[in-house]
């Protein structure tokens, strides 16, 4: 092939471009995808080559290779076999324009400058090489082990993130679930030996409608990624309406939950909304919201899909239109305005004014409420300071300055101060009555000491001076500079105690919650760290009732004789009350603990739902065994007691006189049903054990392949077996699963005689076994009519033969049978389509534990494999 273009000219050659073709599982075309646009690029006269690709053997692929040229692969031989990689070497030598490499996140064989194949394609992007790759969504570095979790396979062969982004390009090749499986069954992916297993495993319909999702979710990320990074290159701040994206501002105010169901609403009504919550903080912290009611707020839109935020800022109005504008939203939802008639008035421009305003092409929604107009009410009067300090503030402001004017007084000679020293000392003093007893106390020492100032310091003194105007400007600025900086200094101590409560509220709800999560117990570690937190004696969860729960006491409930002075009480839920005793908590406290109270109302709730779930689950199990008991009496004793009764009746009959053989073949059929019928009764007698809590399941690991001939020797012959063809695929292999085995031989016997009752003549019912996460799954597969997706679980129902062309035979019991059975050994038992026609019967078990006894190297060497 001709070379490309010479780039070493100059200053040095241009990055090459990336383009990944992305796909959610193989088979989805990606490789097909990446061909045809080499092949388009060739067409329009680029100098195309063929680095690498895998072809699998699909025929409609390797077509899409003619035409194109093709570089030979290297050859590496590694662990004893010959292995096909990227000749890298060979691409830089013919430096193609564009060249297609498929399967990014390859790793190369041991011999090569490179671990994978992606460093071997940034080699060639440095070099000035456009690459088209292809690449799966299971193998990108971050979604590795979400990938691993859906379909129980690790992922060893990944690609960071950043490489994928760095991209371009990036172009999704989608195809729905049941458009891959038809694929995969026409045998256009694998082999058709493979098909089966493939379909049983990582081909399940959900495992790749999750790949699916999460492939376009990711590239839906890159797409908004792209688009905001556009924006801001181009200072685009207009809103553009891609996606409805509804902004609901909180203020922590009781409205809030009307608020976000409201811009729910808005949400829901347009497809692929967004919905976030922000709340604007000041930048001091202590705005003064209620924390516990925008812990709720945040739960709501959580539970709504929705995101919360939290942002600073001191101006409102432009936090909030800052942060709708950098999340592109369409809508922003605030709530009607608090303020009262005078105050809307005197001061007309309040938030959602502004708002609205400035909003520009955001819509924005005033959504009323029912404390809308009623005011904000008035701040509760005192700064929280103590009352020793609130008598001793007064005091100081008559005393210290006193005191400084008698010791400034008998200061004389070289000592002396002139007046603007003085007048500091004066201000120093005011600030420090202002640290004591707040701007009260200030004032009245910004007084005190304008008069002291006056009488004894500024000429004529001993007299107060009030007739000049310069004396009267210094009184007065000297007054209001006093009680200017007290103010600040006395709001600045109030934030400064205000934030240290925070923190240490913030403190004891964070080691709340992280021993609720530490511990099992819930309820009893919240009360012990509540009693510790709040300093308690003891403290007791009691019912409505007075008495206490079970579980629920701390400490010791002490007794002082007044009760209701000394105990502390807040209701938990509608049933119980929290009970502290000890010391009087002041009212700032109780904020904290009704916190506390809704974390212990939650734990208490979550306690009573175990309890309730534990309590049902005997019972539910109960009726499954008592469902399959009923169902097994009439449905699986009719057969042998039928041929044991035919056997013996021909044997007694006096009309035909039967030969030696005839008569040895009577008795061995009513030997066989005899010995039928023994099993079943034992059976039945050991789930009437079970039922009556007198015998538990015997699990044990049971292998399949030893399960599987024993089952199918109890079929009926109708219709006759002959006609129909078992095939068995992986059994051998497939590893021991937990359950009893007579249970587990009746199940399987059921679903391969429904399976052979309606597979059609010709075609085998497939009896397959694979292993996921930990469980393993056997499959049973006909080829025959299926059924519908409405009729699946009435399928399951006592007395139910749908789609049965005989009804003279059973009851309709097998499937009902079936599934109570295999939900009482801890299993599923769920209908799926056979790719192609037919019905597929998952009976999903827990894998028996396996001791492990394979040598360290050799496990290390199995992993590498």
């Known amino acids: 092939m001709a070379r490309g273009t010479d780039t070493t000219d100059g200053p040095g050659p241009r990055p090459g471009k990336l383009k990944v073709f992305l796909g959610a599982a193989p088979g989805v075309g990606k490789t097909y995808r990446m061909l045809d646009e080499g092949r388009r690029r060739a067409a329009r006269g680029t100098n195309v080559l063929v680095a690498f690709a895998e072809c699998h053997g699909r025929p ?40 297609l490499i498929d399967e990014l996140a390859h790793t190369n064989v041991p011999g090569g400058r490179n671990t994978q194949r992606w460093q071997d394609i940034e080699e060639l992007l440095t070099s000035g090489i456009d690459v088209l790759a292809t690449l799966n969504i299971q193998h990108l570095a971050s979604l590795s082990d979400v990938v691993e979790k859906i379909t129980g396979v690790p992922q060893y062969e990944t690609v960071p993130d950043e490489v994928v982004r760095r991209a371009a390009q990036i172009e999704l090749v989608d195809l729905p679930a049941e458009g891959l499986r038809r694929r995969m069954a026409h045998g256009n992916i694998y082999p058709p030996e493979k098909v089966d297993a493939a379909l049983s495993r990582y081909f399940r319909v959900g495992n790749l409608t999750a790949l699916r999702e999460l492939a376009l979710l990711w590239v839906a990320g890159r797409v908004d990624e792209a688009l905001r990074t556009y924006r801001h290159e181009h200072s685009i701040g207009r809103v553009w309406e891609t996606r409805e994206r509804v902004v609901v501002a909180l203020t922590g105010g009781s409205e809030g939950a009307t608020l976000i169901r409201r811009a729910a609403r808005i949400v829901d009504r347009s497809s692929g909304g967004d919905l976030l919550a922000v709340h604007i903080t000041r930048s001091d912290g202590l705005a003064g919201s209620s924390a516990a009611a925008l812990a709720g707020q945040r739960r709501l839109t959580e539970s709504l899909g929705g995101s919360y935020h939290s942002v600073v800022g001191d101006d409102v109005p432009a936090a909030l239109l800052d942060f709708a504008r950098a999340q592109n939203a369409t809508q922003l939802v605030i709530g009607a305005s608090r303020r009262g008639r005078l105050r809307r008035v005197l001061m007309p421009w309040g938030v959602g004014e502004t708002v609205v305003e400035l909003s520009g092409d955001i819509d924005v929604h005033t959504v009323t409420h029912e404390h809308a107009g009623q005011g904000r009410g008035w701040p509760t009067p005192g700064s929280g300071l103590p009352r020793s300090r609130r008598v001793a503030g007064p005091v100081a402001g008559l005393v210290l300055p006193v005191l400084l004017t008698l010791a400034l007084r008998g200061v004389s000679g070289p000592l002396a101060l002139n007046l603007t020293s003085e007048a500091l000392l004066f201000l120093l003093t005011v600030l420090g009555v202002a640290c004591i007893g707040g701007v009260v106390s200030a004032l009245l020492a910004s007084v005190t000491t304008s008069l002291l100032l006056n009488y004894y310091f500024i000429p004529p003194v001993g007299h107060f001076t009030f007739a000049s105007a310069n004396v009267i400007v210094a ?26 409560r925070a923190t240490a509220e913030a403190e004891a709800l964070t080691s709340l919650a992280g ?20 300093g308690m004696d003891g403290i007791e969860l009691r019912s409505r009732g007075g008495a206490p729960e079970p579980v629920s006491a701390s400490g010791t409930l002490s007794d002082h004789g007044h009760d209701d002075d000394h105990r502390t009480r807040v209701a938990i839920g509608d ?29 208490v709730e979550r306690a009573r739902l175990a309890e309730a779930a534990a309590e049902v689950e005997p019972v539910k199990a109960a009726n499954r065994m008592r469902t399959a008991l009923l169902a097994a009496v009439g449905h699986d004793l009719r057969t042998p007691l039928a041929g044991c009764w035919a ?39 050991d789930m009437s054990r079970l039922h009556a809590g007198a015998l538990t399941l015997h699990l044990e690991p049971t292998a399949l392949g030893e399960v599987l001939p024993t089952a199918l020797d109890t079929l009926p012959d109708s219709p006759p077996r002959a006609l129909v063809h078992v095939a068995t695929q992986g059994l051998d292999t497939a590893p021991d699963v937990l359950a009893d085995p007579p249970l587990l031989e009746r199940v399987i016997a059921n679903l391969v005689s429904n399976a052979i009752r309606h597979a059609p003549a010709g075609h085998p019912v497939t009896i397959g076994a694979s292993e996921l996460a930990g469980r393993v799954e056997l499959r049973v597969i006909d080829r025959g009519p299926g059924l519908q997706h409405a009729d699946r679980e009435r399928a ?35 209908p799926e389509d056979t790719p192609g026609g037919g019905l597929t019967m998952v009976v999903s078990l827990p894998a028996a534990p396996v001791p492990v006894t394979v040598s360290e190297p050799e496990r290390h060497m199995r992993q590498g494999e």
């Open 796 to 830: 399951f129902e006592p007395f139910q033969r749908l789609g049965d062309t005989d009804n003279t035979t059973g009851l309709g019991l097998g499937l009902a049978l079936s599934r109570g059975l295999t939900e009482a050994m801890g299993g599923t038992l769920t």
């Open 647 to 685: 056997a013996i009746s021909s044997l007694r009959s006096r009309d035909v006189d039967f030969s030696p053989e005839d008569r040895e073949e009577l008795l061995a059929t009513a030997e066989e049903s005899l010995a039928k019928l023994s099993r079943l009764v034992d059976n039945l007698l």
């Open 60 to 99: 409609h692929t390797e077509a899409m290779l003619e035409g194109l040229d093709a570089l030979p692969r290297v050859t590496r031989r590694h662990r004893g076999t010959d292995l096909d990689e990227l000749d890298l070497d060979g691409v830089l030598e013919l430096r193609p324009q564009v060249v």
């Open 515 to 534: 021993g609720i999560l530490r511990g099992d117990r819930a309820v009893p570690a919240l009360l012990e760290r509540t009693r510790e937190t709040f």
């Open 475 to 500: 009184q007065a600025a000297f007054t209001i500079v006093a009680v200017t900086v007290a103010g600040i200094v006395d709001r600045s101590l109030r934030l400064s105690r205000r934030a240290t």
């Open 575 to 603: 049933d119980s009350v929290l009970v502290l005793s000890g010391r009087r908590l002041p009212a700032s406290e109780h904020r904290v603990l009704t916190a506390f109270a809704a974390h212990l109302t939650a734990a």
